[in-house]
């Protein structure tokens, strides 16, 4: 099975990044399972860890040319949120658009673009 492209996503606390697919599901993602890996040392940073972009098509969430994670990745060993606790559904409501990026403000942090979500 192919899996759905990523909607959009958001890093919640602890290394975690939730993503809505285009299939209208919603998955968490622990990302710290890869910290121990140099590829991905850079992600313990958490401002950069939060500065991720989506990658046009949605394919990926990328950081760098070196660090991305594939919606493959994302969509197989993510959990879904249906299985959890809801509240990270209603949270903020706020998630990161496919495709969409802002220059770097002053302080270095990339604005967030966001997409509400639905119930």
Known sequence: MTPPKIDSAKAIENYQILIRFDSGDTRKYDVSRLLDNPMFSLLKNPV????????????ALVWNEDIDISEYELWHNGT???????????????????????PQSDSGAMPEHTLPLSD
């Open 48 to 59: 950069f860890f939060r500065n991720f972009r989506i990658e046009p098509g949605g394919y």
């Open 80 to 102: 879904s949120v249906a299985d959890e606790d809801s509240s990270y559904k209603s949270r903020d409501g706020a998630f990161r658009q496919v495709g969409r990026e802002s």
